[in-house]
């Protein structure tokens, strides 16, 4: 790309050299249909491409791309190239942000959306405005067309976003910008693999290990690890067998106009598969038990007895009489404390892990040990795809589960990715 400017010339088979000529033809083309789009004398409409959850099996959210009435060789990245260069860019992905948020309404309440947003626009007041909403059960995907220049401006963008419900994204994970360091400067919620390294994961143990790899490190930062662009079954299984708890592409399914489940013949083939590979008793959902998730409230009114540093709670006395715990969450459904009862009154503990209740026992024991020494032996909380609390699990019950498999003679490492 150069300036970062999209350039597609004609290659002139003779002598393979580019028409300078033809290049300036392509990018006023372009900028014509930026124009055009934008003064509503182009269409554009929006898809829908499944995104799933394999050990469900099931769809937990869909990504809105964006498919424009031009010529099928000019893609869409193209034209918000393009679009960007001319100072356009806020302008266009606002209009598309716009359309996404009207066509969200057909997609199920249980299922989260994607959109997706150039990071360095995100301060733009066009684009702010059309974020300014309720944006529960929305994903901000942050794509990679230009570097970030400014990372404390895009932090403050980003607590903004989060503010109002949304949850965030990394493309492209793997390359270009998006490199362990921005990972932990921005902790996105969800990180998708670049396209690269899922492709013949099948075939390629370093990519595979690499996978693992990142699987693994996204975890400790509280993450959700998605593979992005899997295309064969094969890739599929082999991403299942690394433990990569997100999905999308043509192997779970193609961009649609209309929001699809994962096909039966799929749900079922991830069922057999997942089972063929792992104990059914070795996940945390056998471990685990309910929770209330209480919002975090302005002042404290809890009628019940709280450790100091507990207030921003209101509490029952049913509350801490039945609960096994009871998880504070933010806007976001970010997790800010547990409160855990305790000879009628309640503990107040930071929640420092969190995981998905269907991932393998001995995989998040590893984790949970590795945590600094003051919250080692802290509950796990067990989140939904949307990152809602469904359960907690004490360190006590992964002990005695660990001591049954030392017992009937197995191995810690067993079955951890």
Same mark, same amino acid.
């Given at each position: ?27 006023? +083309?372009?900028?014509?249909?930026? %124009? ?8 554009? =409409? ?5 995104? =799933? @959850? ?28 393009? =679009? ?13 942000? !716009? ?16 959109? @997706? ?45 989060? =503010? ?38 099948? #075939? ?33 299984? &082999?991403?299942? +067998? ?5 999905? +999308? ?7 649609? &106009? ?13 069922? $057999?598969?997942?089972?063929?590979? &792992?104990?059914? !008793? ?12 209480? $919002? ?8 019940? +007895? ?9 509490? #029952? $006395?049913?509350?801490?009489? @039945? ?8 806007? @976001? ?13 309640? %503990?107040?503990?930071? !929640? ?20 600094? &020494? !003051? ?37 810690? #490492?067993?079955?951890?990715?």
């Amino acid at each position: 790309m150069g300036n970062g400017r999209p350039r597609f010339g004609v290659i002139d088979g003779s002598d393979a050299v580019t028409s300078m000529e033809g290049v300036r033809q392509d990018v006023l +083309q372009l900028r014509e249909y930026v %124009r055009a789009t934008l003064a509503g004398e182009r269409s554009f =409409a929006m898809y829908f491409q499944a995104i =799933a @959850n394999v050990f469900g099996p099931r769809v937990v959210g869909y990504e809105m791309l964006t498919r424009f009435d031009v010529p099928a060789h000019i893609t869409p990245d193209l034209l918000f190239l393009e =679009a960007d260069a001319i100072g356009l860019g806020a302008e266009l992905e606002a209009l598309i942000l !716009a359309r996404a948020f009207k066509e969200r309404r057909r997609v199920p309440s249980d299922c989260f959306v994607t959109v @997706n947003v150039s990071p360095h626009l995100l301060e733009h007041p066009i684009i702010r405005t059309v974020f300014d909403r309720d944006l529960s059960g929305v994903v901000v995907e942050l794509t990679e067309h230009v570097r970030i220049a400014d990372v404390e401006a895009l932090r403050d963008s980003l607590t903004w976003l989060r =503010a109002r419900g949304a949850l965030i994204a990394m493309d492209d994970a793997g390359s270009g910008y998006a490199g362990l360091q921005m990972l932990t400067q921005i902790r996105p919620d969800i990180v998708k693999l670049d396209r690269e390294l899922v492709s013949g994961i099948d #075939t390629d143990e370093a990519k595979a290990l690499m996978c693992a790899s990142f699987g693994d490190f996204v975890g400790r930062l509280d993450g959700w690890l998605l593979a992005e662009g899997v295309e064969t079954q094969s890739e599929l299984a &082999r991403v299942v +067998q690394i433990g990569v708890p997100l999905v +999308q592409g043509w192997a779970i399914g193609r961009p649609t &106009r209309e929001p699809e489940p994962l096909r039966d013949e799929l749900v079922g083939w991830l069922r $057999a598969y997942g089972d063929s590979r &792992r104990l059914p !008793a070795d996940c945390l959902s056998t471990l685990m038990d309910p929770v209330i998730v209480q $919002a975090e409230v302005g002042a404290t009114t809890a009628p019940t +007895q709280l450790d100091e540093g507990s207030g921003g709670v209101n509490l #029952t $006395a049913s509350m801490v009489a @039945n609960a096994t715990a009871i998880c504070i969450v933010g806007p @976001n459904l970010d997790l800010r404390r547990l409160l855990l009862p305790e000879d009628g009154a309640m %503990r107040v503990v930071t !929640a420092s892990l969190s995981a998905h209740p269907e991932e393998g026992i001995r995989e998040v024991a590893v984790r949970a040990i590795n945590r600094p &020494r !003051a919250t080692r032996f802290d509950p796990i909380v067990c989140v939904d795809e949307t990152r809602t609390p469904v359960g907690i699990i004490r360190m006590e019950r992964i002990i005695n589960f660990l001591a049954d498999v030392f017992a009937d003679g197995g191995s810690i #490492t067993e079955g951890v990715s």
